[in-house]
């Protein structure tokens, strides 16, 4: 084997080995605390049937790192008020959105899932979105907690001092940004990582096209004339 053949070999040894698996989902942003604990206070979420104060959403903004992602699962810690606690039953739907950014607030929904939420009290709420919806290296999105009709309850803080931009809006009107000493809200964002930069596979294709010449050039001088 050639130095350049070891060299091409050595490079797609690295690249295989530190590509993430395409079935294994990597947590993204989390701000649980240990165990996907949370503290008992929050902001309100309110569905159009409540009525009490106005239909209620919240949203909470975060950052990628340097792949690219393909979203699996996004978890929200939430309350739902029971009917000891508030006039309304409080379970119902509530819609979970990953949206892009436009001047600091949620824009446009890249995916959405409902969940018919069943339970009293805080709770851990899983929406899956398999994958479908990618997500750009070093952006900003937001994951959006949409109330529906029944749902009385609240998104929870997070544990952990953890703080970014978090926004709300009512009657599905504009966002507004909330009070920024407030703690962000919890939540965890899981996905399955892209392949490579293009800067890698840039260095592999020279890589690959050395090697391919050096046994090209070996192969013609075994048939030149003595």
């Known amino acids: ?129 398999g994958g479908a919806v990618h997500l750009d290296p070093f952006t900003k999105y937001w994951i959006i907690a949409d109330a529906k009709t029944t749902f009385d309850g609240a998104w929870e803080y997070n544990p952990i001092n953890d703080f970014g931009p978090v926004a709300g809006r009512s009657n599905n009107g504009p966002w507004s940004l909330q009070n920024a000493n407030d703690p962000r809200l919890v939540f965890q964002v899981s996905g399955r990582l892209g392949v490579p930069e293009p800067a890698s596979m840039g260095i592999l294709a020279t890589l690959v096209g050395m090697g391919c010449f050096g046994a090209r050039k070996k192969r013609r001088s075994l048939i030149l004339p003595k």
Not at 23 to 28: E, Q
Not at 37 to 61: H, K, M, T, W
Not at 80 to 91: C, E, H, L, M
Not at 105 to 120: E, F, H, I, S
């Open 1 to 129: 084997m050639t130095s350049s053949s070891r060299l091409v070999l050595a490079f797609i040894t690295v690249l295989v080995v530190s590509v993430p698996s395409a079935t294994r989902a990597d947590v993204v942003f989390d701000n649980f605390g240990p165990g996907m604990s949370f503290p008992d206070v929050g902001r309100i979420l309110q569905g159009e049937s409540v009525g009490n104060i106005a239909n209620v959403d919240q949203a909470a903004s975060f950052i990628t790192g340097a792949n690219e992602v393909f979203v699996t699962d996004v978890k929200l810690g939430i309350y739902v008020d029971s009917p000891t606690n508030s006039p309304f039953d409080g379970r119902g739907p509530l819609d979970i959105i990953i949206a892009t950014d436009a001047a600091g607030l949620p824009n446009a929904a890249l995916g959405t899932r409902t969940l018919n939420v069943n339970t009293y009290l805080g709770q851990v709420v899983d929406a899956s979105f």
